[in-house]
């Protein structure tokens, strides 16, 4: 009513000011002509705001069906239909389809969206301040959203009937490996609401089984984690690794999940360590985490003997020798002099991490000067970090990457130096760093954060010709495909890609990189294996079926939901026409009272 009180006082007071100083006579004579103009000046200011012409209504809601494929999972489409008279028979005013995204549609025979994301069917009902009633199986994405909704707002979900369905939803290996070593590989599976008696899970590459694992019945949604240790013999190149369960569940989709390892003839990343301990151990892993090359470590256990970290088998001193000598990055951790000088026996990048006593006591970790590697751990909180063992001398080189205090006070000193040229060296003067991982937490990404951005730095000298490779290990239907920047230069990379098993041709797609960007997005593909072409070589891309068809913990039940504000539907004037007339009405009578009193 705001608008109507500002159009009534508004006028009365033209209309006021008008008569009373122009026109002559009594008040009692000009009251009606102040009547009339104040009514028609009432009626045209109210025109101009678009003032309400009645109550408020209360507004028709939206619906919003989820047409994502989690539907189809199991083959039952009994749920489907129901849904889908659900969503018919809601009073609504506008029926929206969502899950990749929300659009106004036909409703499809079958729901095929790879996502089951609600927040754009959400912003559309509070950019209209409708309430908006959510027809779902329950697996929603994004429910931390729904709260926002408009009050009156509802979820229907629309349970499907149990079945019996086991899925591997996770698979850890090897990004790189040496042909020949034996790796531990690690894959995760999921039950729905049943689980298939007798399910196996097996290895293998490029369709050759390498170890088989019986999968023991799981409890309802319940998970668990199937390792093993396979030997990876295979020529170099980029290799399909998959794993697979077999026995008769009601979704074959998401039986198998598949990456790809890159396997090289010899190591292309080495770690020797004279002094194994936790530090040299947690150093391997991120290592291999790290970059995508090849990687092995060497462990010395006694004076004479040597282990191959993994399998522990023993190797000789001449094949670790000839590794220290031929490896493109090479860390070594211990008695860095074992093999005389190492800058003269290494010939590539080299980190050195020598053996430090304790004879300074605690130094704590307190800044990050601007190197090659600050950008990485810009965000570490210093304050909630473990001491480390600092050596007795100070690392020279281009720049310095961690700065220590001792017991917080003012005795500060670098741990860490890098060299530039004439090849890329860092040397890390301290020790102890295993406790930051062994923390967990913050702390243990502060390790990662660390030694990754080490690595990747002296790695960053690597020869790999191809222009882009994937970035990620596991891709899935549904989602952008990341493609990691190669040595080359070019902003702009074409890359090529053929699905196997499909006559068609071949699709392009173009990648812009930033300038300080190493990652770039392309369009989701559908699943399948594609060979991929780019300048400097090739490369393997495996597509796997989309997360919707794997088994899930429903995230939403049916009920009311939302908070926000409603706005209810009222007849504006501007829709009437009833007003212009009575306003010119009132002008017309203004004026035939004036002439009868003698006014112009």
Known sequence: ??????????????????????????????????????????????????????????????VAL????????????????????????????????????????????????????????????????????????????????????????????????????????????????????????????????????DAQLTFALDGRALASVPVDSLPSRGERTVSARVQLVSPDGPHLFAAALSGADAEASNDTLATVIDIARAARAVLVSTRPDLDARFMTTVLRGAISLPTRAYFRVT????????????????????????????????????????????????????????????????????????????????????????????????????????ARQFDRRSVIAGVERPRRVVIVAAAGFWRWRFRGG???????????????????????????????????????????RGSGTDSTVIVQLRRRGEPAGVDSVTLRFGANNSIAESPPLSAGVYDVTVAGGAALLVVNGARELLPRVPTVQSGNVGEGAVTGERPRLRDKGWPFLLALLALCAEWLLRRRSGLR
């Open 66 to 197: 989820d047409v994502s494929a989690s539907w189809r999972r199991g083959g039952d489409t009994a749920a489907w239909r129901a849904a889908v008279r659900q969503a018919r028979a809601a009073p609504h005013d506008s029926l929206y389809l969502f899950g990749d995204s929300a659009r106004v549609g036909d409703v499809p025979g079958q729901p095929g969206d790879r996502a089951s994301r609600a927040r754009p069917a959400i912003e559309r009902a509070l950019a209209a301040g409708r309430p908006l009633t959510i027809v779902t199986d329950g697996e929603l994405d994004d429910p931390a959203e729904l709260p926002a909704l408009p009050t009156g707002s509802r979820i229907e979900v629309i349970a499907r009937a149990p079945s019996t369905d086991l899925a591997v939803i996770a698979l850890d290996v090897p990004r790189a490996a040496v042909g020949g070593d034996t790796v531990e590989v690690r894959a995760t599976v999921r039950a729905s609401e049943q689980t298939p008696a």
């Open 1 to 62: 009513m705001s608008s109507w009180v500002v159009a009534a006082v508004a006028a009365l007071a033209l209309a006021l000011v008008l008569y009373g100083w122009r026109e002559p006579g009594g008040l009692a004579r000009r009251a009606p002509l102040i009547a009339l103009r104040a009514l028609a000046l009432a009626l045209v200011i109210a025109l101009l705001l678009d003032a309400p012409a009645g109550a408020a209504r209360p507004v028709a809601p939206f």
């Open 442 to 484: 913050r702390s243990a990404d502060a390790y990662d954060a660390l030694w990754g951005s080490i690595f990747d730095w002296l790695a960053a000298q690597r020869t790999d010709a191809r222009a882009a490779v994937p970035a990620d290990a596991i891709v899935r239907e549904g989602d952008e495909v990341r493609w990691a």
């Open 303 to 406: 004076p004479d003997e040597w282990r191959l970290e993994g399998p522990l088998s023993p190797v000789g001193e001449a094949e670790v020798r000839r590794a220290v000598r031929d490896a493109p990055l090479l860390v070594l951790h211990g008695d860095t002099a074992h093999f005389g000088a190492p800058r003269s026996t290494a010939s590539g990048a080299l980190a050195l991490v020598p053996n430090v006593r304790d004879t300074l006591g605690e130094w704590y970790p307190v800044a990050a000067p601007a190197s090659p590697i600050s950008s990485a751990l810009s965000g570490i909180p210093w304050d909630s970090l473990p001491p480390l063992v600092a050596g007795s001398g100070t690392p020279r080189g281009d720049w310095d990457g961690l700065v220590v205090a001792r």
